[in-house]
């Protein structure tokens, strides 16, 4: 896709108060594991749940039942938590008794097996310099895991910089649908004409913060996953940035 970043692009930033972020792809890269070390990894989830099932099938099955899930979770934006996906979708043909206890510790199992999770070198930097510049943060994310996101900006000693963090398997509904971004301004007590959105995927992103009435959209264009040559028009941002430093020259010091 043609990089539209365009560093004359102004946003007048007494009219901003919020800037709201996006996760993976946009604060964080996912590393997507090959086949021979996800496999070792699912074999813990065989031998936790204590069932006659190779790794590699166990991980074949899996992947099955999420592509399911997603596609049910894409066309509903409803998001379920880690409860109900593993026992609705992920193994509902095992007891919801046995199923549900474990939940949470197969859904970071699963999760590890999938892809491994760090932050873009940029993204403590930007974060720090945008809060002590003024800007209430936010960060709302879809994702599978209620703890995942909280615990890395704990890790990474980033989450005293959130005012609110907003999941869509919390609140139960996911983007591209407005609503988890008007919640989340909701919970910074923040019009969302007064907020930007910054992500890194048009069709989700874009689409939800004009529909949730956020002033401003970015998109990280960081080549993390291919687009289509040209984008419709509800899913073009206002501006397009290629590193997420690029946001210290757009969002000046608040007086």
């Not at 491994?116 to 943060?137: A, C, D, M, N």
């Not at 989340?184 to 004409?193: F, I, T, Y």
């Not at 689409?207 to 687009?227: C, E, K, M, S």
Request: charged content about 20%; glycine content about 4%.
């Amino acid at each position: 896709m043609t990089n539209q970043s365009n560093h004359n692009f102004s946003i007048h930033h007494p009219s901003i108060d919020a800037i709201l972020f996006d996760m993976g792809g946009t604060l964080r890269r996912n590393h997507k594991r090959e086949t021979t070390e996800k496999v070792a990894i699912v074999q813990r989830i065989v031998d936790l749940l204590e069932v006659n099932l190779t790794a590699l099938e166990m991980t074949n099955l899996l992947q099955s039942r999420e592509a399911s899930y997603e596609a049910w979770a894409t066309g509903t934006l409803v998001e379920l938590n880690e409860y109900d996906i593993w026992t609705q979708w992920l193994l509902p043909d095992m007891p919801c008794e046995q199923i549900r206890p474990m939940a949470m510790q197969l859904n970071e199992i699963w999760r590890e097996a999938i892809a491994s999770r760090v932050l873009f070198p940029e993204t403590k930097e930007t974060i720090t310099s945008l809060h002590h510049r003024g800007y209430r943060l936010a960060l709302v994310s879809n994702t599978t895991s209620s703890i995942d996101s909280p615990r890395m900006l704990e890790n990474e000693g980033l989450s005293r910089y959130f005012e609110a963090i907003v999941l869509s398997c919390v609140l139960g509904t996911r983007k591209p649908g407005p609503q988890i971004l008007v919640h989340a301004a909701e919970q910074l007590g923040v019009d969302p004409a007064r907020c930007v959105y910054i992500g890194d995927r048009p069709e989700w992103d874009v689409v939800a913060a004009r529909q949730a009435g956020f002033q401003y959209t970015i998109i990280l264009d960081n080549h993390y996953r291919p687009w289509p040559e040209t984008l419709p028009a509800e899913q073009t941002p206002d501006l397009f940035i290629t590193n997420m430093l690029e946001l210290l020259d757009i969002f000046p010091e608040r007086k």
